[in-house]
């Protein structure tokens, strides 16, 4: 089973920006698609973005297109996700998960948590003044 680990979490204000990493026990990513996920108290956990194991398919929510970039470079373990003008909203722990792909599944990702079958234990990102 894969492992996956988080960091980069932290308090932010409005208008801030971070970049969060997830780092996996394997050589590399290439063979994976990886997601995004968030989970608000009281609320379910949703998809925030996702990333094909080709590379060349990326996904977000409406809520942070144009906000939040996915990257994984070919070859590395590590997938980032950087968030820009972080909103109150934006408040939530963030997972990463990753899903081996078949040679269907490689050009394309899901934003359902259900596809994903590894799971990092998520870090905290608070967005308040």
């Known amino acids: 089973q894969l492992q996956l680990v988080e960091s980069g979490g932290g308090r932010v204000q409005p208008g801030g920006s971070l970049t969060l990493s997830c780092a996996a026990s394997?050589?590399?990513?290439?063979?994976?698609?990886v997601g995004w996920f968030r989970q608000a108290p009281g609320k379910e956990r949703e998809g925030v973005s996702c990333?094909?194991?080709?590379?060349?398919?990326?996904n977000y929510t409406d809520s942070v297109n144009g906000r939040f970039t996915i990257s994984r470079s070919d070859g590395s373990n590590i997938v980032y996700l950087q968030m820009s003008n972080l909103k109150p909203e934006d408040t939530a722990v963030y997972y990463c998960?990753?899903?081996?792909?078949?040679?269907?599944?490689?050009?394309?990702?899901?934003?359902?948590?259900?596809?994903?079958?590894?799971w990092g234990r998520g870090t905290q990102v608070t967005v308040s003044s």
């Open positions: 998960a990753a899903a081996l792909s078949s040679f269907y599944t490689r050009f394309s990702c899901s934003l359902v948590p259900a596809e994903y079958g590894d």
């Open positions: 394997s050589a590399t990513l290439d063979y994976y698609r």
């Open positions: 990333k094909s194991s080709s590379g060349g398919h990326t």
